[in-house]
């Protein structure tokens, strides 16, 4: 039975869609940046302070960083942020540091939610994105663990409870 025209077509489609969307994949990849991966060296950034000093990834060589990418914009970020301040202080006497890094654009709106948050842990502004595109950062909140060299050894996509017992249990063996 041979088919019409009209059965030739959508499927034909189809295929130079996805031939298309192929084709132009490495261009996209290259536009967005592959950021990094377990094991590569966490990528330097200098950014300011709500109090405004400057921070940068040197500033944390010898303690085991985590850098937490959120905004105020973002539900999931502010449902973990009470577990991600218990977090820090559970840990920070152990030479753990948590950074937040916010992606907000406004710093005003910024650091008003930072005071009414109760936000217990450093935090800087990353507006333009820079240093979250070089990180490969494409969802919020994102959050990196790097080790006293300044190597990337976790990376977490989503919010989670940062008091669960698996997930500190996980932070231990790589303290």
Not at 51 to 79: H, I, S, Y
Not at 163 to 168: A, E, G, I, S, V
Request: proline share 6%; charged share 25%.
């Amino acid at each position: 039975m041979a088919l019409g025209r009209e059965q030739l077509i959508p499927g034909g489609i189809a295929v130079l869609t996805v031939a298309f969307i192929g084709s132009l994949w490495p261009s996209f990849q290259n536009l967005t940046g592959t950021g990094v991966e377990v094991g590569d060296d966490a990528p330097d950034f200098s950014l300011m302070s709500e109090r405004g000093q400057t921070m940068q990834l040197r500033d944390f060589r010898g303690k085991f960083l985590v850098v937490n990418f959120w905004a105020t914009w973002c539900p999931p970020c502010l449902e973990e942020l009470p577990s991600l301040n218990l977090f820090h202080e559970r840990l920070a006497g152990r030479g753990v540091v948590v950074l937040g890094v916010s992606i907000d654009e406004d710093a005003d709106v910024y650091r008003e939610f930072l005071k009414k948050a109760g936000v217990r842990f450093p935090t800087v502004l990353d507006p333009g994105r820079k240093v979250s595109h070089s990180y490969g950062t494409f969802k919020v909140p994102e959050t990196y663990f790097i080790d006293k060299q300044g190597k990337i050894v976790q990376k977490i996509v989503g919010a989670r409870d940062w008091t669960d017992p698996q997930l500190l249990a996980d932070i231990e063996k790589l303290l």
